[in-house]
């Protein structure tokens, strides 16, 4: 087991070196953007990213899922006909979609609104539409091989030349939004050139009618969820926009993208996790690996959100001439993220309890957790807002991810057990209970008092290895890694 959990923890801080340092960079970008961009320009991007978001599901249909499931459970001699069985469709289908758009760009342009100046945008999201498509199957086929290293490089190489194409068009060549959508696709080209390698796989396999049925039929429920995936992250802001206005969204917008930290921490975790437990399904003893992981996950979210809690007030205040980590205007919307970092934290729960759904090939169950989850978050906005401002659509976060957690637990509890340390885990949720107890009870004096804060996060990491939540000889496990590729 110990090195099963080893392999875990130095793919997650491969992966998750990619996803940190990516996020940081593209935040460096958002005061360019705000500062050279007139703000009904920022919000010609702002659709026309989101919307990039909504279609990307489609440009995939699901078959990102299938292709991990398959190509990560079937016998080595099967990858390239199940690269080959999965990538055809794609092909096929993102063709006709591109076709669609360039088509279609006129209606799309009146549907969102976009103007005439700016209806050549469509070509750019098409191609970049395209060409990530193209490229998600060679990054599985990376995690899948255990090239974390790779992986993590040429995610690295895409984002810090989509950062120095923007810089250069917008600050040098004054070419507006279009800078960002000549820089996506220029680094999206980038990309697909570095995965080739990955892709000349695709010529040694054979297209598998059977093997397709089977992974189109796991990978299209994963369609609709993706859909309600998208409606979990933004459906907030429209309803807090409509019921507060839009000073109010600004504030909570600002604020909630400080859980972010705990947003990295668990997609650092899926992409080590997602290889890890299916590789790893048909041990003997998997499911106590399983439950150890989920302990320790837990165990270690708990401390990051302890810790980011406490002292983000002091971070997203300290000014340096007069510039903050986030405006004065937006200070009062700090008490929030607390709750954020949990709703997060029971996004990764999902994320491990989805092992068996995966295993068993029992997808249909993810579009109706989701929905289920996005339902919630709409009807809780509604009903929180009026009462309790931002605080409110944080909780209707929280609430869903926690019923969603929830969902995914007994639905892969009839098909796939796991005897989850349970015992561990409430230690761990009675100590986060009295702690946000303590931090919203007493919140103006512990912000007062850095010195007794930093005194009880030590307290908090030395109960959970005095209750054996932690075994002293994880810190070993954890710290032994070497990384290579």
């Known amino acids: 087991m110990r090195d099963k959990l080893q392999q875990l923890t130095k793919d997650t801080v491969l992966y998750g070196l990619s996803t940190i340092v990516g996020r940081f960079l593209n935040f460096l970008l958002i005061p360019i953007y705000t500062h050279f961009f007139l703000p009904a320009d920022y919000g010609v991007l702002s659709i026309l990213y989101s919307f990039i978001a909504l279609l990307n599901i489609f440009f995939l249909f699901g078959m990102d899922s299938g292709y991990l499931k398959f190509a990560g459970s079937e016998d080595a001699s099967l990858k390239q006909t199940i690269l080959r069985t999965a990538l055809t469709p794609v092909v096929l289908v993102d063709g006709l979609l591109v076709l669609g758009l360039l088509l279609g760009q006129q ?3 009146f549907m969102l609104s976009i103007p005439a100046e700016y209806q050549h945008l469509w070509y750019y999201v098409a191609g970049i539409l395209m060409l990530d498509s193209l490229a998600a199957l060679p990054f599985i086929s990376l995690r899948l091989q255990k090239k974390a290293l790779r992986f993590s490089l040429i995610r690295i190489s895409n984002i810090v030349l989509n950062i120095v194409i923007n810089i250069v068009l917008i600050l040098f060549f004054k070419m507006g939004i279009e800078s960002v959508f000549i820089s996506n696709l220029a680094a999206s080209a980038l990309t697909f050139a570095f995965l080739i390698p990955e892709l000349f796989e695709f010529r040694f396999g054979k297209f598998d009618k059977d093997l397709f049925k089977r992974i189109f039929k796991f990978g299209l429920p994963y369609l609709p969820a993706g859909i309600a995936s998208v409606f979990m992250q933004v ?50 003893n998997v499911k106590e690996i399983f439950a150890r992981v989920f302990t320790y996950f837990t165990a270690v979210g708990a401390i990051l959100l302890v810790v980011i809690s406490f002292f983000i007030f002091d971070a997203a205040t300290l000014e340096v001439r007069h510039f903050s980590l986030i405006g004065r205007a937006y200070w009062s919307g700090l008490s929030i993220v607390p709750v954020v970092l949990l709703a997060y934290l029971f996004n990764g729960f999902y994320v491990n309890f989805a092992a068996g759904l995966f295993i068993k090939e029992k997808s249909i169950v993810f579009p ?116 290579v590729s």
């Open 107 to 109: 209606q799309l342009s």
């Open 235 to 284: 459906i907030d802001r429209p309803i807090v926009e409509r019921l507060k206005g839009f000073k109010v969204l600004g504030i909570y917008q600002a604020n909630y993208r400080l859980g972010i930290f705990m947003m990295l921490y668990v997609s650092m975790f899926q992409y080590a996790w997602q290889p890890f437990f299916l590789e790893n399904a048909k041990e003997e």
């Open 368 to 483: 109706l957790i989701m929905a289920m989850g996005a339902i919630v978050n709409v009807d809780a906005n509604f009903l929180l807002v009026p009462k309790y401002d931002i605080m409110g659509a944080a909780l209707a976060t929280l609430l869903s991810y926690f019923l969603m957690a929830v969902g995914f637990y007994f639905a892969s509890w009839k098909i796939y057990p796991i005897k989850y340390e349970w015992g561990k885990i409430s230690v761990v949720s009675l100590l986060l209970a009295v702690y946000g107890f303590l931090y919203y009870g007493f919140l103006d004096f512990l912000n007062s008092h850095i010195v007794l804060r930093i005194c009880m996060v030590i307290v908090f990491v030395l109960i959970l290895f005095v209750t054996r939540v932690f075994a002293f000889d994880t810190l070993k496990i954890l710290m032994k890694r070497k990384v």
